[in-house]
């Protein structure tokens, strides 16, 4: 009897210890963010909270994520229409299309992300969402950006960025 206790204590500190590593702490995460407010606010945003399940937050903020960078083409797609003749500003639409879109671009990496993390692949995760970043910073890049932009392109792209952020915080937090 004795030897069965000690056995179901083991056990259930082993499970209580694995619940508490599961356990989701936002402003843990978010003070690794570049900016902390914006993290939380996207983090505590997940339906029924941020809950006990860091995947499934992982998961929320993928598709947080598929949905701003969607936003994102449309709105290049819009100022790409808007710019008549002026070469420059269709070029770097162009430009931020092709850093933006389905083939190569942040949405296919986005789709990519999302499946490695249905597969525990948070290396993978990492990987994808990494070239996210890039992508923005390849959209935003001085050669191809003017610093007179007064569309909300560089507020859209940037929102896209920390959100990639908020992924590779999480993803890293996964591989611990």
């Known amino acids: 009897m004795v030897r069965f ?3 179901m204590v083991v056990f259930l500190a082993c499970v209580a210890s694995s619940y508490a590593t599961n356990v989701v702490n936002v402003q ?3 003070k690794k963010a570049t900016n902390p407010s914006f993290c939380s606010t996207i ?3 997940k339906p029924g909270g941020a809950g006990k399940d860091l995947v499934s937050l992982a998961s929320y903020t993928i598709d947080v994520l598929r949905t701003n960078v969607s936003n994102t083409i449309s709105l290049i797609t819009k100022l790409a229409a808007q710019s008549g003749s002026d070469s420059l500003k269709q070029n770097r639409y162009k430009n931020c299309l092709s850093r933006f879109g389905m083939d190569d ?3 296919g990496e986005v789709e990519e992300a ?3 993390l249905k597969d525990s692949d948070y290396n993978g995760v990492n990987m994808h969402i990494t070239s996210v970043m890039t992508a923005v910073d390849e959209c935003l890049s001085k050669d191809s950006s003017p610093d007179n932009d007064t569309s909300l392109l560089p507020k859209d792209v940037e929102c896209v960025n ?3 952020q908020i992924i590779l915080i999480i993803s890293n937090v996964l591989l611990n």
């Open 5 to 7: 206790l000690s056995i």
């Open 28 to 30: 843990e995460i978010c």
């Open 43 to 45: 983090l505590e945003s």
């Open 105 to 107: 671009g942040a949405l």
């Open 114 to 116: 999302q499946k490695v």
């Open 162 to 164: 920390q959100i990639a």
